[in-house]
């Protein structure tokens, strides 16, 4: 997470060095101010608690992926948006290792940090979103006007709808209807993509191509309860996580949210989705090893992630 902060700080930078738009400057300047006490904070912790600095392979590692999206703001015509999209993007990884803390961490301290970052990026990334829509909403002639603040005047375009407008008709409003339809139903939702996507299968894919993988009747009675297990949990999960967005929902429609309120929600939400990811990543960590080299190999061909 060190690494990762300070990847953020040097895309806060690059953006105060070209933007002149004074909301993504705030923006940009708080992301250094928020990131840069809890470097510091962490940084102690690493050596209090384990006496050691940080790790310089995972450090290079993280510097492959800032690489990848300094080179993407770079190439861009446009700054602000580029700095808006892949901020929201490094904030979305931010989250997932901070949820990995919240479930894993034996220390509060680090624990309460895990939520504070969960709390904080989620709502950033839902403003960076907004101005998102605005920017692409606003031809190059009007001045801007980001979230409603002041730099001028600025006519919306009546015209252009939102991509949020299916979601009117959702039962749960704030989620796609198949977004529902998935949690409730325990379906993977792309949360084992980390483990998919780097050669771990999961049980579901894995049980419906048995045939193709010449799964043997042992590895199947093996993989089959791993895959109940997983149903079984995920279900449950879904269930709650679909109640708290209703809560969060209905909160916002009632205008009975405040500040303390919506981070006792957002808190508890994280902790599901989590939990729920944990879930489906476990699975295919069970599995994984249940299976020959040949095996695996056929299953990235099956699944389209290599080739012959």
Do not use: C
């Not at 790790?55 to 190439?75: I, L, P, R």
């Not at 991509?163 to 198949?178: F, I």
Request: hydrophobic share 40%; glycine share 6%; charged share 20%.
């Amino acid at each position: 997470m060190i690494g990762h902060h300070e990847g953020a700080i040097d895309m806060a930078q690059w953006i105060l060095d070209r933007t002149q738009n004074a909301d993504i400057k705030t923006a940009a300047e708080a992301v250094i101010a928020a990131r840069q006490p809890e470097i510091e904070q962490m940084t102690a912790w690493l050596q209090e608690w384990y006496g050691q600095g940080v790790d310089e392979h995972s450090a290079m590692m993280m510097q492959g992926e800032m690489d990848m999206m300094m080179g993407n703001m770079e190439a861009s015509a446009n700054p602000d948006a580029a700095f808006l999209q892949e901020m929201s993007l490094h904030h979305n990884s931010a989250i997932d290792m901070a949820q990995a803390a919240l479930l894993r961490a034996t220390y509060p301290e680090l624990r309460d940090l895990a939520k504070n970052i969960i709390v904080a990026q989620a709502q950033e990334i839902a403003q960076y979103q907004s101005w998102l829509e605005t920017l692409g909403s606003t031809s190059s002639e009007q001045p801007m006007q980001l979230n409603g603040m002041q730099h001028g005047s600025m006519q919306h375009d009546t015209a252009s709808t939102s991509p949020y407008t299916e979601q009117l008709e959702s039962s749960v409003r704030g989620l796609r209807q198949e977004e529902v339809d998935g949690l409730l139903a325990g379906e993977g939702m792309g949360y084992a993509r980390s483990a998919e996507l780097n050669g771990y299968p999961g049980p579901s894919h894995v049980l419906e191509l048995a045939g193709e993988l010449n799964l043997t009747t042992e590895q199947q009675a093996s993989i089959q309860p791993i895959f109940e297990t997983m149903k079984t949990k995920a279900v449950a999960l879904g269930q709650e996580i679909v109640n708290a967005e209703q809560t969060l929902s209905t909160a916002f429609e009632n205008r009975s949210i405040s500040s303390t309120t919506l981070q006792t929600q957002l808190t508890a939400l994280a902790t599901f989705y989590a939990e729920l990811r944990q879930t489906h990543l476990e699975a295919h960590l069970a599995v994984t090893p249940l299976l020959t080299e040949e095996q695996l190999s056929q299953y990235q061909v099956l699944r389209g992630y290599a080739q012959n």
